[in-house]
């Protein structure tokens, strides 16, 4: 490959994790408004500081886990294939469990490709880590939320992650037991959403509902956010930082594909709100704009994982059955489940990145991904003949739930038990703000 | 051309377009902040919901109107020159009146270039489509609204971008009727801004004014915004991501004459803040900080049109002009006409992008443009030698006045004897947000 | 150099240039979240109108003060050392004090490089010139304001500035004087930061401290922004934007450093953040976000200047004691010096600044910087075995101290005497915003 495209990848991967980290402002906004005044500061502190404590657990000790065994990224090819299958060669550490190396970033500290996969990696790890702050909102204590970030980016997140990208079992499916390409995820459907939207569900599981969710005569409460304006705006602040977020997985900006990979994005996101919006229109007489932003939301999370792998009209079909299932989840969750998800986590990132990880076992047309994971041929899915892709997007989707979940569980218990996960009721009452942060939000002039 | 200068092509069309699609984040909040809180999630949701609605509709019919019978786009050649030297060739399908093909994306549905143009075309669709929801802002049902959502992406903006981007008959005006390069537009001032500011007229003329504005005694009442900051933040969103509006419009990177047009769009929006504030500060005695919001817009609708083809010089001229034509227009829409227009977009984006349209005849200086609309030569204005360029962009600038408002008109008449466009005064009296959103911007902690 | 590396070069300019201008947001977002909401228009309004206010005057005479006696800038070389070492050849126009030429652009007013340096030096006296309104905000009138603009943008950021990057003394201390290569500050701790933070500093001071500040009993009132959300959104902003501010100023991507820079962008400014809560968490026992964003933004104001020079290791060290710094900072000018600064300005850019400028005499490793500012070999610091460096560093900051506080002070006592800096105790007492400004932020429904 010529050095100009190597340039281009660098600034392309660059430009990408830029956006990346971005939507962390978007997550900081929808989170926040979607809760109450007087637990504000919290929320928006619980999304600003999951980034320096995330980057700093995964420089220290995350990126070694996920991509120390894995010699193919330093490359940054013409393409992600490339980089992917020269990655499957190495594999991860311990028969595929974990990487182990690039700790602290002491090795070859100014190897460029190996600092932008960092950054890359880090603002992907940064984006599952944050999901769970939603779920867990408004009654979680601060200490237990750091500590929290601290094994989310240095252990949870790196050992998943390294099965499907750092050449783990995950993505040697393919090369050791013939399923297709492996665990395929484009973007993060399972690697980033489950992961982030299962942990959040555990959290949310661990700590309880909030006072006054699920009252004693089995009435549910409603709990409005406090700025519904603020969570729209961190919607579309997602939905823009979302094409670096799957565009800039090619890890090649020489790579055509990326034009593909940002109209799949649009318009899985933009059938996904329009669905959600159509069906609680339809049903609950009021087109619903936290419905329509959870919609747009779970569009993106949905086409994640398939982005490369699609044609654009299978991305709208991919959008309305998340728009769909999202508007199911939020309430299956709170109703049937009772759980008490203030932001509807759970629904967008789990539910939604469970079918997104499916949804590429169903529709990837063969276009796309020739040699992925070390497998001839490009990648397709049960309706353009090979099944066998399904059953590994379902033994990785099913992986994430039967790994992620109980360790996200235990440990949560385990915290719970050692330091206590909770406030007290009285703080809870109060506001997290005061007694927590020992600030307010919207202090009187 | 070689390999590598079509992927960064590319890369900037992707880029550029994730910063236009950006700019409906701008939009939402100079909208929401420049209306009241008890209508703050309906403005907000029309700026939300205008994405998914309006993607959705220009995927289905209305980029194949605009860009059916346009083969030159998929060059991504060495700078837009080329592509719309061969686009003129193929000229609109029907006299060039409309194209037709490319219907859902399901020709050639990855290719790089094609779907790089759905991109960039989808996100300027959506500008335009979003400038009435402020000038309509506070009283239109949102059924009303959705379908209009549908009319603008799919019929209305794609015919009159066809007639000048999509190889129609303004765009022939130069080859057919020998007046300069035809109708140039180079980054929507009359495609883009016209067409939303007039439609954005027609609406609010249709509509009506909201109750309280125009009192029966003859005076206007002052109906302030509820959150002037909110205002003010998303001006600079804009100015942000008008950046890749412009300079994106080259639809090459490697084209170095997107340096011209950054800076060009800078100091006109610049020019155009310092020219309005001046205006407003010597007449009114205040630095009215939305008059300097208003000044900056209208710098950056009116450099638009014209940002490739005149000097930096020119460009703040152009913006000084804008600045203080937005100051009084404001003030003529209001006063004498009587439109009650709740952000001022008409007099940004209407009279601001008819500005732009006409200065670029004025002001082109023959540095660029050679082979546009297959005219050979560069493109000239009327002070550097070529007076019948100046005549095609009168005709443009006209029969964008001659067709895109009468046909919103009727399109505005039409539905509201249909469904109904405005919600009863009780419904305005008491907000829009809980009867038509059924949700509150603000609940009480 | 190939061609396509100059395209490349090119947008990579312009796009790192929009991310710094979108920091303006960021600014603004910060200093109103951190004053009262009765002076929340006048503070928005002037991060607002210093944009336009800035370029103007920029344009006009700034740009000509800063470069015109550089030749090295327009070649837009592989890397920035081309560029820089060609500079040096030129220097400044007077004995190195300020360059001549290129006012209003008008001399080859569409060559790419000139204009592309334009936009990038643009943006960056704009950071310099809008970090005062946040130490002098909630008292300044506007019109001296107005003043101030045009005076740092024409006249004070310039002439520092073309000494460290336009070819003047400060970059010749390495061939005149034998001081390593210079003052080297990649880009802009001293430059941008520091002279933001020190004529910050003078303006508190002559200022004055807000009315109930400092009270007669000797205690300190503590007066909380209207927005805490606001200030963190805003840093997050800032943060983001950051990495066009660092990764631009190689004015090159095709320069594989722009990895290490981004890389170390985040990690000092993680490490700052996460040092800054653990510093007031174990102190005042309160996770203070306010802190947290204020070493968040220490940690990026200190790597600014050494970032392409340093490794990922050293960054971190960095960010820690600009973390550690910016705690103590903000208390000793509030309690020991007396001085009150609304945001903290004066410690984030002006104490960080400082930290940065030395910092890349300590810790340059000798992997980057050939031929910087003419002198042979890499840039190493004192640590890596250059003493010569480190005392270029401390020439470098202590001219900033002396040439730019003094003479910042000079012209605020100037413009005191004629016109007047502080609005009456009436104007204060009420709030800037309807007697300066004619308007007031959040008006009730």
């Given at each position: 490959m010529a050095e100009h495209d190597v340039a281009l990848n660098l600034v392309w991967v660059l430009l990408a994790a830029f956006l990346v980290m971005f939507m962390q402002l978007g997550f900081a906004l929808v989170e926040t408004g979607s809760t109450r005044a007087k637990n504000a500061v919290n929320t928006m502190a619980m999304n600003m500081f999951i980034y320096p404590l995330g980057v700093m657990g995964f420089w220290l000790a995350g990126y070694g886990l996920l991509?120390?065994?894995?010699?193919?990224?330093?490359?940054?090819?013409?393409?992600a294939t490339a980089a992917r299958e020269i990655g499957i060669q190495a594999g991860g550490h311990l028969y595929g469990l974990f990487g182990w190396g690039r700790f602290a970033l002491l090795?070859?500290?100014?190897?460029p490709a190996n600092l932008a996969m960092f950054l890359f990696s880090a603002v992907f790890m940064d984006t599952a880590a944050t999901v769970p702050t939603g779920a867990m909102?408004?009654?979680?204590r601060f200490a237990s939320f750091a500590v929290y970030g601290l094994f989310m980016s240095m252990l949870l997140y790196p050992l998943y992650a390294n099965w499907v990208w750092g050449g783990g079992w995950l993505a040697a499916l393919g090369v050791?037991?013939?399923?297709?390409?492996?665990?395929?995820d484009f973007a993060g459907s399972s690697v980033v959403h489950m992961t982030g939207g299962l942990t959040a569900l555990a959290g949310a599981i661990v700590l309880g509902?909030?006072?006054?969710?699920?009252r004693r005569d089995g009435t549910v409460g409603a709990i409005p956010g406090h700025n519904l304006p603020m969570t729209v705006v961190g919607t579309l602040v997602l939905a823009f930082g979302w094409f670096g977020f799957n565009a800039g997985s090619?890890?090649?900006?020489?790579?055509?594909r990326i034009a593909t990979i940002a109209v799949n994005t649009m318009l899985a996101s933009c059938a996904g709100a329009f669905t959600a919006v159509i069906a609680v229109w339809t049903t609950l007489h009021k087109p619903d704009v936290a419905m329509a932003c959870n919609g747009l939301l779970g569009g993106l999370v949905a086409i994640t994982g398939s982005c490369a792998f699609v044609s654009p009209a299978a991305a709208v079909l991919i959008g309305v059955v998340a728009g769909l299932l999202v508007v199911r989840a939020v309430r299956w969750i709170e109703l049937r489940f009772r759980v008490d998800d203030p932001v509807g986590a759970v629904a967008v990132h789990g539910v939604c990145g469970c079918w997104g990880a499916l949804a590429l076992g169903l529709f990837?047309?063969?276009?796309?991904?020739?040699?992925?994971?070390?497998?001839?041929g490009p990648v397709r899915g049960l309706l353009f003949g090979d099944p066998r892709q399904f059953v590994a997007q379902l033994v990785g989707a099913a992986s994430n739930l039967l790994f992620v979940f109980p360790v996200a569980f235990g440990f949560f218990k385990l915290t719970d038990r050692l330091i206590g996960n909770r406030v007290s009721s009285e703080v809870e009452q109060s506001g997290?703000?005061?007694?927590?942060?020992?600030?307010?939000a919207y202090p009187p002039g």
């Open positions: 991509a120390g065994g894995h010699p193919g990224w330093p490359s940054l090819g013409p393409q090795s070859a500290p100014h190897d909102a408004e009654r979680w050791n037991w013939g399923l297709g390409h492996g665990h395929v509902p909030r006072a006054g969710k699920f090619t890890l090649a900006g020489a790579d055509p990837a047309d063969g276009t796309y991904g020739a040699g992925w994971n070390g497998v001839a997290l703000d005061p007694s927590e942060m020992g600030s307010e």
